[in-house]
C-alpha cells in the first residue's frame, strides 16, 4: 500500500465538523434575522454555498439545525463533567460551566443591539412554536439522561437506584430556570438592562439551594385565622 494514498481521517472529520458548524451558524442567523418559518432550507444552503443535499447530509430537519446551538452546548456541558478535576462534585463542575457560558446574552448585555434582537427573534420564534418548545424539551431531557447515566457509572450506582437521575434533573433544572427567566426578561423588557448579572445572580441562588439541600426549603405555611 502507499502511504501517500491512505486517506487522512482526522483532515476529513475536521472538514466536516467546521462544514456542520459553518451551515449551523448560517442558518441560526437567518432565523434570527427573519424567523424560523420564513427561511427554508434552500435559502440557508444558498446563504452557505453548499447544495441542499449537503445542508440534509448533516441535518435531517430544520429543527435539528435550529437547535445545533442548544445540542453543542449540552455536548460540551458533559465534557465538562466528565473531565472534571478528581474529587470535584459534579455540582461544582456544572456551575462553574454554566456560569462560565457566555453567547449571545453577554452580547447582548455588553451592549450589542444586534445581538439583543437576534436573542429576543429566537426566543419568540421558540415560544409561539409548539414544535421547537417540544424539541427544546426532548433535548434537555436527553442531556439529563446522558448525565444520569454519567453519574451512574462513576458512582457504579446499582440499576434501580434513583440518586443519579435525580442529581441530573435537579442540574439541568437550573438551566431549565435560567433558560425560561432569559425568554421572559427579553420577550417583555423592550431594554432587558442587566439581565446577564441578574442571570448570574439567580443561577448562584438555585446552586446554593442544591448544594445546602431541600431538607428546610419551602416549609408549609400555617392556615391563616
Given at each position: 500500500?502507499?502511504?501517500?494514498?491512505?486517506?487522512?481521517?482526522?483532515?476529513?472529520?475536521?472538514?466536516?465538523?467546521?462544514?456542520?458548524?459553518?451551515?449551523?451558524?448560517?442558518?441560526?442567523?437567518?432565523?434570527?434575522?427573519?424567523?424560523?418559518?420564513?427561511?427554508?432550507?434552500?435559502?440557508?444552503?444558498?446563504?452557505?454555498?453548499?447544495?441542499?443535499?449537503?445542508?440534509?447530509?448533516?441535518?435531517?430537519?430544520?429543527?435539528?439545525?435550529?437547535?445545533?446551538?442548544?445540542?453543542?452546548?449540552?455536548?460540551?456541558?458533559?465534557?465538562?463533567?466528565?473531565?472534571?478535576?478528581?474529587?470535584?462534585?459534579?455540582?461544582?463542575?456544572?456551575?462553574?460551566?454554566?456560569?462560565?457560558?457566555?453567547?449571545?446574552?453577554?452580547?447582548?448585555?455588553?451592549?450589542?443591539?444586534?445581538?439583543?434582537?437576534?436573542?429576543?427573534?429566537?426566543?419568540?420564534?421558540?415560544?409561539?412554536?409548539?414544535?421547537?418548545?417540544?424539541?427544546?424539551?426532548?433535548?434537555?431531557?436527553?442531556?439529563?439522561?446522558?448525565?444520569?447515566?454519567?453519574?451512574?457509572?462513576?458512582?457504579?450506582?446499582?440499576?434501580?437506584?434513583?440518586?443519579?437521575?435525580?442529581?441530573?434533573n435537579a442540574l439541568l433544572g437550573v438551566q431549565r430556570a435560567l433558560v425560561a427567566y432569559t425568554r421572559q426578561r427579553v420577550l417583555a423588557d423592550p431594554a432587558p438592562t442587566g439581565l446577564a448579572a441578574d442571570v448570574q445572580r439567580y443561577a448562584e441562588a438555585a446552586f446554593a439551594l442544591l448544594d445546602h439541600g431541600l431538607g428546610d426549603?419551602?416549609?408549609?405555611?400555617?392556615?391563616?385565622?
Amino acid at each position: 500500500m502507499i502511504p501517500a494514498m491512505v486517506p487522512d481521517m482526522g483532515l476529513r472529520e475536521r472538514k466536516k465538523t467546521q462544514t456542520r458548524q459553518h451551515i449551523a451558524q448560517v442558518a441560526w442567523r437567518l432565523f434570527a434575522d427573519h424567523g424560523f418559518d420564513r427561511v427554508t432550507v434552500a435559502d440557508i444552503a444558498r446563504e452557505a454555498e453548499v447544495a441542499v443535499a449537503t445542508v440534509f447530509n448533516y441535518f435531517p430537519t430544520k429543527e435539528a439545525l435550529f437547535f445545533f446551538p442548544l445540542e453543542t452546548f449540552e455536548a460540551h456541558l458533559l465534557e465538562a463533567v466528565a473531565t472534571r478535576p478528581a474529587g470535584e462534585p459534579v455540582l461544582a463542575a456544572f456551575r462553574r460551566f454554566l456560569l462560565a457560558a457566555g453567547g449571545l446574552l453577554a452580547q447582548a448585555d455588553a451592549g450589542d443591539a444586534q445581538a439583543l434582537e437576534r436573542l429576543r427573534t429566537l426566543n419568540r420564534v421558540i415560544a409561539a412554536s409548539p414544535t421547537l418548545q417540544a424539541r427544546e424539551h426532548h433535548a434537555l431531557a436527553a442531556t439529563a439522561d446522558a448525565l444520569a447515566a454519567q453519574l451512574a457509572a462513576e458512582t457504579n450506582a446499582q440499576p434501580h437506584d434513583p440518586r443519579p437521575q435525580v442529581a441530573a434533573n435537579a442540574l439541568l433544572g437550573v438551566q431549565r430556570a435560567l433558560v425560561a427567566y432569559t425568554r421572559q426578561r427579553v420577550l417583555a423588557d423592550p431594554a432587558p438592562t442587566g439581565l446577564a448579572a441578574d442571570v448570574q445572580r439567580y443561577a448562584e441562588a438555585a446552586f446554593a439551594l442544591l448544594d445546602h439541600g431541600l431538607g428546610d426549603y419551602a416549609p408549609g405555611r400555617r392556615p391563616a385565622r
